[in-house]
């Protein structure tokens, strides 16, 4: 089960050796995916315990892994995180509580120590069959039918040996989880007009484009396994980068920011 950590992991310290404008922040998410399995290790080797799926209730499985996480941050992190990193190590257990249980009810793509802490403790959920409570989110097919939370990339993956053309799934900004999704609709606002949906892709970053909305002006990343079977479309997005600068001078906005803030 650790082996969805190891491939992002790997896949980060390869991309970021390479010459690219993304190497700082693959080089720092790889170290932050390092301090996010150890919080999913932590959780997974706990003794008679699985996840309630009860938030509130489960903290006090996650809160003894904080700290590590917290030091890691503070040293790899950029300097306003290291920073944040350094105020929480010495915040009350109750506020620390409170702001992660603020997230898991109301999720915002801004809260980045609780979105990355919560990752992990998700994903566990998912493989222990634990259902996640207190998360009365938005439903629909645009929305994780595990969590309910927003995708955080597109993906295309070929299912059928003889298909011409892959699957469309989307990756769970929450739970790390996926769904099938349809090729042509807007997994924003759900338009599925083709004339209102865009697309731009770089031969830099050929396995990775911009799928972009027209009507609610928002966009996803979409990484082809197709093209790269071997890819990890949480860090390849990444890696892809440069293509949010184009998205955003076009006037879309990122349906989900990822953990590094691109």
């Known amino acids: 089960m650790t082996q969805f950590w190891d491939k992002q992991i790997q896949r980060a310290d390869h991309l970021a050796k390479l010459s690219s404008g993304s190497s700082e922040l693959l080089?720092?998410?790889?170290?932050?995916?390092?301090?996010?399995?150890?919080?999913?290790e932590f959780l997974r080797s706990r003794k008679d315990w699985l996840?309630?799926?009860d938030l509130e209730g489960d903290l006090s499985a996650i809160q003894p892994s904080l700290g590590s996480f917290l030091k890691t941050v503070e040293t790899d992190g950029p300097a306003s995180l290291a920073a944040e990193a350094q105020n929480l190590s010495e915040t009350t257990g109750e506020a620390f509580d409170e702001m992660l249980l603020n997230y898991w009810r109301n999720?915002?793509?801004?809260?980045?120590?609780?979105?990355?802490?919560?990752q992990p403790y998700a994903r566990w959920l998912v493989e222990s069959g634990a259902t996640p409570l207190g998360r009365e989110l938005a439903g629909g097919e645009r929305s994780c039918p595990f969590c309910g939370g927003k995708a955080q990339v597109s993906f295309l993956q070929s299912k059928d040996r003889n298909a011409e053309s892959g699957n469309r799934e989307l990756l769970c900004a929450t739970c790390l989880s996926s769904w099938e999704f349809r090729r042509v609709l807007c997994a924003n606002?759900?338009?599925e007009r083709p004339s209102k949906l865009g697309y731009f892709h770089s031969s830099e970053f050929d396995h990775v484009r911009i799928e972009a909305c027209d009507s609610c002006k928002h966009y996803i990343k979409a990484v082809d396994l197709t093209r790269l079977g071997f890819a990890a479309p949480l860090v390849d997005e990444?890696?892809?980068a440069p293509l949010d600068l184009w998205a955003r001078e076009h006037g879309y906005t990122k349906i989900e920011i990822n953990l590094v803030g691109v």
């Open 27 to 40: 080089a720092f998410y790889a170290q932050l995916l390092r301090a996010q399995k150890e919080i999913y």
């Open 51 to 53: 996840p309630s799926g």
């Open 107 to 118: 999720p915002s793509d801004v809260h980045f120590f609780a979105k990355a802490i919560l």
């Open 189 to 191: 606002c759900g338009e």
């Open 238 to 240: 990444i890696y892809a």
